[in-house]
């Protein structure tokens, strides 16, 4: 009975951390998500999951070139509200082909990514 006590309460901690995760409700208390500041999309180096420190943080509204990123990353998209974040399968954000809402992030294959925007409505 312990044991699958202990079992439920390892899935539920695992399951509420995923959650956190996927809808960017893990800030600190400076607003920071994962590593990520507010404010910022930040790009995760491959495999690192679950996410914990980016290895590129952009600021910028605009287009962001991406340099030797292949495999799987978090992205995080950790600007305010109605801000987005696009992967772009062309560099200087053109042919954008995912989009990304604020305090969101997907785990992503950046092998045929060049570039992400920020952009704010």
């Known amino acids: 009975m312990r044991r699958t ?6 899935l539920a901690v695992a ?19 994962a590593g990520c500041p507010y404010g910022a999309v930040c790009v995760y180096p491959q495999d690192q999951n679950p996410a914990s420190s980016p290895s590129a943080v952009y600021w910028s509204y605009g287009a962001h070139n991406l ?6 990353h ?15 399968q062309n560099s200087n954000g053109a042919n954008c082909v995912y989009d990304i809402p604020a305090q969101n992030g997907v ?9 992400i925007t920020l952009d704010h409505p």
Not at 5 to 10: D, G, I, M, P, V
Not at 15 to 33: P, R
Not at 77 to 84: E, L, R, T
């Open 67 to 72: 340099n030797g990123q292949y495999g799987n």
């Open 107 to 115: 785990y992503y294959n950046l092998g045929p990514i060049n570039s």
């Open 5 to 10: 006590t202990r079992a439920l309460a390892a």
């Open 15 to 33: 399951a509420a951390a995923l959650t956190a995760v996927a809808t960017g409700n893990a800030g600190a208390a400076d607003g920071s998500w």
């Open 74 to 88: 978090w992205v995080l998209n950790n600007q305010s509200a109605g801000a987005h974040a696009h992967l772009c």
